[in-house]
């Protein structure tokens, strides 16, 4: 499967299928910080994602001034 | 997984509130949390005109949105800080909102109407780009909120920020800043009544009403705020409730019930002037953000290359001097 990142933004190519629990845990991404998202849909935690699968990893902490 | 309500198939667990929603109940959801959280601390009224300060993000346009579904009267006010691509990213996410939705957006610009942006700023202060822009936004809020006659300026804040900003005074025992992190600050001293209706909303919960909206939010983080002390807060916070769902809200409620009234340190109305400068209520002659404008101004002029006369090589002089 296909994954985008940000902040940095990057591609990696994981082996599907794979669950988002398994695949946030290989990535050292905590699901606290994160929203996956597959053809503009949230993907819910319990779901496998398949091998041909395009899904973007967005993170949801942000920052600056208060 | 299963939406609690309808148990159709759910598309975000909020395990704080041990609960999975599908769309339609997530935004619900969304709504009734900003709806208790006006009620619960009498933010404002139906009747109220609200100004809500919108950067491009995920926060501020969904707060935006929810209030304006919710039926209140609340325009934007967006202000660009001279941040480069970012700052056009970000005005050109808050203009999108606006027009898809024909709301109202104000619009400041911190460069060409005070003369400088937050990188000049940081440079001339010598402190982090953040400091400076929290500063010149609360200022820029404040005139726009009176000068407009709104009952309140909205901010974005949700329970993630004002967590991540209470573990930090609390480290640190900021006592005059923890005294006033509260849902509320009311209008005093020519101050505006300073609202946040998303603190009981936390950050994953806003992406995530955004995405299912399709509210297109600047995603990116600012380049100026990456690595700060703020987001290390909200990673340390992350693990936590990641052990412990519902620590970031324990925290924080918490503390609002049980210890903020111990901090309180509001200033006495004969102890506020007006900025000799620009007017604004100050506790000084002139307000903190008329001292930053002065100092970043002036030490531009210094730094910028000035006109000089050609010299006149000695030998030339016609007074005989060199």
């Keep these: ?66 | 997984m299963k939406c609690r309500v309808c148990r159709q198939p759910a598309v975000i667990d909020i395990r704080r509130h041990n609960a999975n929603f599908c769309i339609d109940h997530l935004v619900r959801h969304c709504r009734q949390q900003v709806e208790r959280a006006i009620d619960e601390f009498k933010m404002f009224g139906p009747d109220d005109r609200l100004l809500v300060a919108v950067s491009g993000g995920k926060d501020s346009l969904a707060a935006w949105d929810l209030l304006n579904d919710l039926g209140y009267e609340a325009d934007g006010l967006y202000v660009g800080l001279g941040i480069g691509e970012y700052s056009d990213a970000s005005l050109h996410h808050a203009r999108t909102f606006a027009q898809q939705r024909e709301l109202k957006l104000n619009e400041v610009d911190l460069v060409s109407e005070h003369g400088f942006g937050v990188r000049e700023a940081a440079t001339a202060t010598g402190r982090v780009p953040c400091s400076a822009c929290g500063l010149a936004k609360r200022h820029i809020f404040d005139a726009a909120t009176v000068a407009g006659n709104y009952d309140a300026i909205v901010t974005g804040h949700n329970l993630d920020d004002e967590a991540a900003v209470l573990y930090g005074n609390t480290l640190r025992w900021n006592v005059d800043y923890l005294g006033r992190q509260r849902p509320v600050l009311p209008a005093t001293n020519g101050f505006p009544r300073k609202v946040k209706p998303l603190v009981r909303m936390g950050e994953r919960e806003m992406a995530a009403y955004c995405v299912v909206k399709g509210i297109d939010y600047l995603v990116d983080e600012c380049p100026m705020a990456v690595g700060n002390s703020h987001i290390g807060y909200k990673e340390a916070l992350n693990r936590l409730e990641a052990e412990s769902p519902g620590t970031k809200a324990a925290f924080y409620f918490g503390f609002l019930k049980n210890a903020v009234d111990r901090f309180d340190t509001r200033i006495e109305t004969d102890e506020m002037q007006r900025c000799s400068s620009c007017g604004a209520p100050s506790t000084n002659d002139v307000c903190a953000f008329c001292r930053l404008e002065h100092r970043v101004t002036s030490a531009a002029t210094l730094a910028s290359p000035q006109p000089v006369a050609i010299s006149t090589p000695a030998n030339e002089t016609t007074n005989g001097s060199s």
Excluded: C, H, W, Y
């Design chain 1, 1 to 66: 499967m296909e994954i985008r990142l940000r902040d940095p933004e990057r591609n990696l190519t994981v082996k599907g299928p794979m669950s988002i629990t398994k695949l946030l845990r290989s990535l050292d991404l905590n699901r606290e910080s994160v929203l996956v998202i597959r053809d503009s849909t949230l993907v819910p935690g319990d779901a496998v994602l398949a091998d041909d699968d395009v899904v973007e990893i967005r993170p949801v902490i942000s920052g600056g001034s208060r």
